[in-house]
């Protein structure tokens, strides 16, 4: 049977030592088992970590693509350990998306990729995000606006435009995600960026892009001629 984390000695403990060194001294089974704060009956938490890892193919993007409810299915972690890994991958996900989100300013699809691509890349449902821009194209307003597949239905010019006219924005860009990883537009996001880019124009808001976001690659449709 593995000794309990209390039975090792103090060195090898993966919270002492990830207070003795850094969180770059810990494997990632050990900064899981950390997370998790305890093993359960017979198993450390070292245990427990590597087989709630193993379970979701040792890949932490596995993990954080799953609801606290599958999490639940490893021996050992209940609802509060589940919750509190679930959080940690959230937080992981956030600051990854931090530094490209310290500028501001958007200037190209690029800019949105490194802006929404880390947070969104992992969703398990389309996410259709407006960003509202000043005349400066310094973001005014971030905002997720529906969760589902994309359609005409569900996403109307006016949950769009209201907050544009609201924060005196002087133009929008739209994007979404593809959870297949592949950002190749549909006839679906075709018809629904068309319809806003005519929303805007009547406004005098104008849809400066829409970009699809894939795992690895985006998709702009301004760059594709497209409406």
């Known amino acids: 049977m593995a000794p309990k984390i209390l039975e090792l000695p103090a060195s090898e403990r993966p919270r002492e030592r990830l207070r003795r060194f850094s969180p770059d001294a810990l494997s990632t089974t050990e900064l899981l088992a950390v997370v998790l704060g ?3 009956t017979g198993r450390s938490a070292v245990d427990v970590a590597g087989r709630l890892l193993a379970d979701f193919g040792g890949s932490l993007r596995e993990m954080g693509q799953a609801e606290p409810a599958e999490l639940e299915r490893t021996g050992g972690v209940g609802p509060a350990r589940s919750a509190a890994v679930a959080a940690a991958l959230a937080l992981g996900r956030r600051q990854a998306a931090e530094p490209a989100r310290a500028s501001a300013r958007i200037r190209s699809p690029a800019d949105v990729f490194g802006r929404l691509g880390p947070l969104l890349r992992d969703r398990r449902q389309e996410e259709f995000w407006v960003i509202y821009l000043d005349t400066q194209s310094q973001v005014l307003l971030e905002r997720r606006l529906t969760v589902g597949l994309l359609n005409s239905s569900l996403v109307h010019p006016r949950e769009v435009f209201a907050p544009a006219i609201a924060t005196a924005s002087a133009s929008v860009i739209l994007a979404h995600n593809h959870p297949s990883g592949e950002p190749e537009p549909s006839p679906e996001d075709i018809a629904v960026t068309c319809q806003l880019v005519e929303s805007g124009r009547l406004l005098g808001i104008p849809v400066r892009d ?18």
């Open 210 to 227: 829409h970009i699809i976001l894939g795992d690895r690659a985006y998709v702009s449709l301004r760059e594709r001629g497209i409406c």
């Open 38 to 40: 305890g093993g359960a």
